[in-house]
């Protein structure tokens, strides 16, 4: 499955901004991730959603302001973000893999990737 992140930009801190990651294919099978980069740092990770349930997980760094969603009949996840601070930014990139159920904050649990879209949020 190929993914396409979009949705990146600059955006005020305080605001909200929602990236979208669309599928080549069909994801009902797929458990859904989303990491992030700075420059010079480590992936990230950020949330995911399980492909059996649609349950979610997220990094304590953005719990309560990110959330992760899935459009099985769009081929599409999304991650929603508010109240988003200067530190949120950074390339965000959405990745996938077939049937997962465990260790979906790994960056090497997952097979796909997309090819990322910028965030940047000013102060």
């Known amino acids: 499955v190929q993914l396409q992140a979009s949705g990146g930009g600059l955006v005020q801190a305080g605001g909200s901004l929602r990236v979208s990651c669309a599928a080549s294919g069909r994801i009902g099978y797929y458990s859904m991730g989303w990491f992030r980069q700075v420059s010079g740092k480590e992936t990230e990770f950020v949330a995911a959603?399980?492909?059996?349930?649609?349950?979610?997980s997220y990094a304590d760094s953005v719990k309560g302001r990110f959330t992760i969603s899935r459009d099985n009949a769009k081929n599409t996840v999304y991650l929603q973000m508010n109240s988003l601070k200067p530190e949120d930014t950074a390339v965000y990139y959405c990745a996938a893999v077939l049937r997962a159920n465990y260790g979906l904050s790994r960056r090497d649990t997952y097979d796909y990737w997309g090819q990322g879209t910028l965030v940047t949020v000013s102060s």
């Open positions: 959603i399980w492909w059996s349930d649609s349950r979610t």
